[in-house]
């Protein structure tokens, strides 16, 4: 086998070893492994290295790295996607930089994050790519929160719920996506905190949860029908002695 065919598979073995790592959540191991991934020397899919270096920024910010830091990794994995020759490849890449960037800097900058993350969810709905939505979704209804849009929230929030549901059966769940983002068990808190702020809960036969570790007592199915009773249900199985 050639030098670079041992090069490209150790590029193939190294990020999947760093997904792993992100599945048990080990934040250091997976960063040093994506670091050693996005190294120049083994770039032999440039895909895979944009892939790498988007998620070592990202995982970076789990480490809680500066915002100079972070970044600096956002334009690393810019100017890989920007040496992907094929055109749609290299859009779609530098597409998926853009939601990374716009996450490293939800917290601290919303509205710059959202800006972005509009571009970034216009695009996935024209080109296609769907991977990340619901994640980039879910971002973009927290930024609208941070930014006092409550409603811009709740309806962003819903869309994300939306295409949750109808992935359920149509594929496995993602088990690194989930590690970084909890998406399905945080959507449905969110809005189910949303809908209740709003004093009108309305929720589609998904799991409701209250506190930020879903368990066995805090999950209540709420459907079409609740409202002011649905609450009450929520109170009464989050604090069973209030009845």
Aim: aromatic letters at 6%.
């Amino acid at each position: 086998m050639s030098r670079r065919g041992d090069l490209g598979e150790l590029q193939v073995a190294l990020d999947i070893a760093a997904r792993t790592e992100t599945v048990a959540q080990s934040w250091e191991n997976a960063y040093s492994l994506l670091t050693i991934a996005a190294d120049s020397q083994l770039r032999v899919n440039p895909q895979i290295a944009v892939n790498s270096l988007l998620w070592r920024a990202l995982t970076a910010q789990r480490l809680g790295f500066d915002k100079s830091s972070l970044a600096q990794l956002i334009r690393d994995a810019r100017d890989a996607a920007s040496t992907i020759p094929d055109e749609t490849l290299h859009r779609r890449a530098d597409a998926d930089v853009t939601f990374a960037q716009a996450v490293t800097i939800r917290a601290s900058q919303p509205a710059r994050a959202s800006l972005l993350l509009d571009r970034y969810i216009a695009f996935v709905k024209e080109e296609g790519g769907a991977f990340l939505l619901p994640e980039a979704l879910l971002e973009r209804a927290l930024a609208a929160r941070s930014l006092g849009d409550q409603s811009g929230a709740r309806t962003t929030l819903v869309e994300a719920a939306s295409i949750l549901r109808n992935r359920q059966n149509a594929r496995p769940l993602d088990e690194f996506r989930e590690a970084f983002f909890s998406t399905s068990g945080a959507v449905a808190r969110e809005l189910c905190l949303t809908l209740l702020r709003d004093g009108n809960l309305v929720f589609w036969s998904m799991p409701c949860w209250t506190t930020d570790s879903p368990s066995s007592s805090d999950n209540t199915m709420v459907s079409k029908s609740a409202g002011s009773a649905a609450q009450r249900s929520i109170v009464r199985a989050k604090h069973p002695q209030s009845d």
